[in-house]
């Protein structure tokens, strides 16, 4: 198998054979970005209150663990606070949540949350919400937010608040459940695929028509059938948020905006939605796409360019700067190139890429400071990825070196530490 050769014009095939998922991917450099979301769902009760659904997800590696015999082991207690427009205190309600791990690799996996539901009632009217959360082990409050809930109007009420769901069925009993993403609203901008549920109170409706608006392209164009009338709720099961029939919620007609979340790019996403094939009355719901672990060094599109240097030269880096667009825009044309899932948004060879540029800046930086991406292992590490093993230890001359070794392909590298500041040297490549 090839490898990035610095100067080689390098064809599509090759760094999809090198980069393109042969390697898991690395999502180390991301530790320490915690992100918290919360979200609420607001329903008409058959009573003339309001049912709200208050969702939170929260990052595991935000936690404190603390060990006992083989388990590690996390407390948080999620506290959420109702007034009025007017400050005045309505009600609180509490939940305590413990997380108990076997494998201690899983308390720093971003894509490990605790997620849950708390449920209420009030009358319809303007609410404020205030959410904490408290870290037991840590004894400190970790996350905090204030909301407002704006009164259910008639004309808001036919059309309920969109819910962005997985597109994989989850079994929870023996029952089959739709999952919620429940990242506060937003479209995950990633490889997965999600559905997009837009209740409608008519329950005389099979027919809905849908305009869907990425970046002022229109993405979908056209009607979608009702998949079914129930009583529409949020409920826990192992530890996920799901759709969940509700005795208290009126009956809705509810429609599904499938196989579309992969052709949306980053950023506003507008939903329109109307019983008129016209659009004559319609309701629109604004959204974001957003790529939740996105990597920081693709933050200044054009340093994002000049990073292409591990696999094309100093000229074809030229050119592209030279292409006369904005330089995102110019970027992502480079990586549309070779991008393994053209007929999508996300590039996970593009991802993966910058992924590997976030490891060894944080990981290779020596004491000097120089900047880890600069260093030689950086050079390994983005053309080949994670080596299956590191063997660290001292050479003949006292000196600490690092050999690399990969099984796919079957390469070794041995680096070592000359000054003692953190910069190890290639010395040999066999």
Same mark, same amino acid.
């Given at each position: 198998?090839?490898? %990035? ?8 095939? +090759? ?6 998922? =042969? ?5 180390? $450099? ?41 388990? &590690? ?8 606070? =109702? ?14 949540? *413990? ?32 959410? +904490? ?27 309920? +608040? ?30 997965? =695929? &999600? ?15 849908? !305009? ?50 992969? *052709? ?11 019983? $008129? ?21 693709? $933050? ?5 360019? !000049? ?5 094309? @030269? ?18 992502? *044309?480079?990586?549309? !190139? ?5 007929? +999508? ?17 944080? @990981? ?30 001292? @050479? ?13 392909? *079957?390469? !070794?590298?041995? %680096? ?13 490549? =066999?």
């Amino acid at each position: 198998m090839q490898h %990035f050769n610095r100067g080689q014009k390098i064809n599509p095939r +090759t760094i999809l054979l090198i980069i393109a998922l =042969l390697f898991s991917i690395d999502l180390y $450099s991301q530790k320490n970005n915690h992100n918290f979301f919360s979200d609420i769902h607001s329903v008409p009760s058959s009573d003339s209150t309001i049912q709200y659904f208050y969702l939170y997800k929260i990052p595991v590696n935000s936690l404190i663990f603390s060990k006992t015999n083989d388990s &590690y082991s996390a407390s948080v207690q999620v506290a959420i606070e =109702l007034s009025d427009s007017n400050s005045n205190f309505i009600q609180r309600s509490f939940k305590d949540r *413990k997380i108990v791990f076997n494998d201690f690799a899983l308390t720093s996996d971003l894509n490990n949350f605790v997620e849950g539901v708390i449920k209420f009632t009030s009358v319809n009217k303007t609410i404020i919400v205030t959410s +904490t959360i408290f870290d037991a082990n840590s004894q400190k409050q970790i996350f905090t937010k204030e909301q407002t809930v704006q009164k259910l109007i008639n004309e808001d009420s036919e059309f309920f +608040t969109e819910i962005i769901l997985s597109s994989k069925i989850f079994k929870c009993g023996e029952n089959s459940s739709r999952v919620l993403s429940n990242f506060s609203g937003l479209i995950p901008f990633d490889n997965n =695929l &999600y559905d997009i549920l837009i209740p409608c109170t008519d329950t005389t409706l099979v027919k809905l028509y849908v !305009k869907v608006i990425s970046q002022k392209d229109t993405v979908f164009d056209g009607s979608i059938e009702r998949k079914e009338v129930d009583r529409l709720g949020l409920t826990e099961c192992a530890d996920r948020i799901i759709i969940s029939p509700d005795s208290a919620s009126p009956l809705t007609s509810n429609f599904y905006i499938t196989q579309i979340s992969q *052709k949306l790019k980053e950023g506003q996403i507008e939903i329109i939605v109307s019983k $008129s094939e016209k659009f004559i009355k319609k309701r629109s719901f604004k959204l974001v796409a957003r790529w939740l672990n996105k990597p920081r060094s693709l $933050s200044d599109p054009e340093s994002a360019i !000049k990073l292409l240097r591990f696999i094309i @030269n100093d000229d074809s880096i030229k050119q592209i700067l030279k292409g006369g667009d904005k330089y995102d825009s110019l970027l992502n *044309k480079y990586w549309k !190139k070779i991008d393994p899932s053209p007929t +999508t948004e996300y590039n996970e060879l593009m991802a993966e890429y910058y992924e590997r540029i976030d490891f060894t800046i944080k @990981n290779f930086s020596t004491i000097t400071g120089q900047s880890g991406v600069e260093t030689d292992r950086a050079k390994i590490y983005i053309l080949y990825g994670k080596p299956t093993f590191i063997e660290r230890s001292s @050479n003949a001359d006292d000196k600490i070196s690092e050999i690399w070794i990969y099984s796919k392909p *079957k390469k !070794k590298f041995i %680096f070592v530490d000359e000054k003692g500041t953190g910069e190890f040297i290639l010395k040999n490549n =066999l």
